[in-house]
């Protein structure tokens, strides 16, 4: 079964860090590159953090210095740290597959940052 559930996300104020994780079944992590992206009301969906299957990482200009992705490969997850979050990082978050154009997602965890 194909499945994405991401969570942590939560309301904070600007300057905070928070870590939210995203557990993929094993069909759609395996050794694929994974990402995170953000959706705003009125907005596409937006590319945040790729991690590729050997770790390897790019991010979007926005978060780079401020986010960092990682991955468990035996657990299936995929972690994003943000720090110093910022009010325009407000939106819901989401993982899949790096550059996924489907219409498989999971359903998102909400990120609030109040300036």
């Known amino acids: 079964q194909v499945q994405l559930v991401e969570s942590g996300g939560s309301s904070v104020q600007a300057g905070d860090s928070l870590k939210i994780s995203c557990k993929a079944s094993?069909?759609?992590?395996?050794?694929?590159?994974m990402a995170w992206y953000r959706q705003v009301p009125g907005k596409q969906r937006e590319l945040l953090a790729v991690?590729?299957?050997?770790?390897?990482?790019g991010y979007e200009d926005s978060v780079k210095g401020r986010f960092t992705i990682s991955r468990d490969n035996v657990k299936n997850t995929v972690d994003l740290q943000m720090d110093n979050l910022k009010p325009e990082d407000t939106g819901i978050y989401y993982c899949?597959?790096?550059?996924?154009?489907?219409?498989?997602w999971g359903q998102g965890t909400q990120v609030t940052v109040s300036s």
């Open positions: 899949n597959r790096a550059y996924y154009r489907g219409d498989v």
């Open positions: 094993g069909s759609i992590m395996g050794r694929n590159a």
């Open positions: 991690i590729t299957g050997e770790s390897n990482t």
